[in-house]
C-alpha cells in the first residue's frame, strides 16, 4: 500500500542522483509497460507448486550506488493463506507455495507508485504508473482440449510440418498429462509424440479422426508426459514442390487435437 513518502522518496533520488555524481544523474521517466508480478503457474493441479513473483530490474546495483535508497517495499501476500506474508526491500522476490483449493489470489503490495532503477553507465530510469497487483490462479478441474497447427513449410528442398507444444508451463500445470491425442487433419498422418522427462517417443499411422491413447498396449509408459507432437502426412501431396533456390510449394496444413488432464 502507498503511503504519503513522495518526500521521502525524493529525498532517496537526489541522494541516489549525488552518488552518481561524477557520471551525472539522468532521471528517464516510462510507463512501465507489462505486469510487474505473476503467479505461475495460472491454472494448476492439486499439489502443484507455484511461485509468486515479481520484478523491477535483474541487474547488479552499480558500483559508487547505494541501491538501498531507491529499492521499492513489496509485500507478498496469499487468499485463502497459503504462507506468511512476506515482505521484500528489493527490485525483485519470490515465493515458492503449494496450491490447495479451488482458486488462489496473490496481492503485490507496493509502497510507491514509480520506481527509480540504475541504468547502466549512470543514472536513474523511473518506472511510472506502479500500483498494488492481484494475480489469481484457478484450479483445473476438466480437461483442456487444444487444436494444434502444423503449418507446412519448406526447409530448403525439404518439406515438413511445424511441430507443436502441447499445453504446460508457465501459463498451466507442467504436471498435465496427455489423455489422448487425435488427427484432425482430412487425411492419414504418422504421428511423432516425444520431450517427456523419461526420453521415451512413440510414433503410430493415425487416419483420419484417429487418436493415440497413452494406456492403450504397445504405448511406452510415460508417453502421457511428452510434450511435443512431430505430424507427417503419410503420403505427400503430389503438388508440393521445395527448394533450395525457389518457388516452392509447401505441403499443406495439418491439424491435431489434444486433451490434457491432471495426474
Known sequence: MRTPERNHLAIGVLAACAALATSGCVLD??????PWAT??????????????????FDGACPAGLDCRLTTPNVTISSSPSLFAATPFNAYQGN????????SIAVTFDVDRDR???????????????????TARATRITTPIETEHTHAGECRGATPLNVPADLPGAPRLSPNLRLQQLCNASG???????SGAPSGATYTQMLTASDCIDPTMPGVPAGIDASRVVE???????????????????????LRTRSRMGCG
Do not use: H
Request: aromatic share 4%; with cysteine; net charge negative.
Open 231 to 253: 505430424v507427417r502426412p503419410l503420403a505427400m501431396d503430389p503438388a508440393v514442390r521445395c527448394s533450395a533456390t525457389g518457388p516452392s510449394t509447401p505441403p499443406p496444413t
Open 187 to 193: 487425411v492419414p498422418v504418422i504421428v511423432t509424440l
Open 39 to 56: 503467479v505461475s503457474p495460472q491454472q494448476y493441479c492439486p499439489g502443484d507448486t507455484l511461485r509468486a513473483s515479481y520484478q523491477f
Open 95 to 102: 515465493v515458492d507455495f503449494t496450491a490447495s483449493g479451488d
Open 115 to 133: 520506481v527509480q532503477i540504475p541504468m547502466e553507465g549512470g543514472g536513474l530510469r523511473e518506472l511510472t504508473g506502479i500500483a498494488d497487483i
Open 29 to 34: 521517466r516510462s510507463p512501465i509497460r507489462a
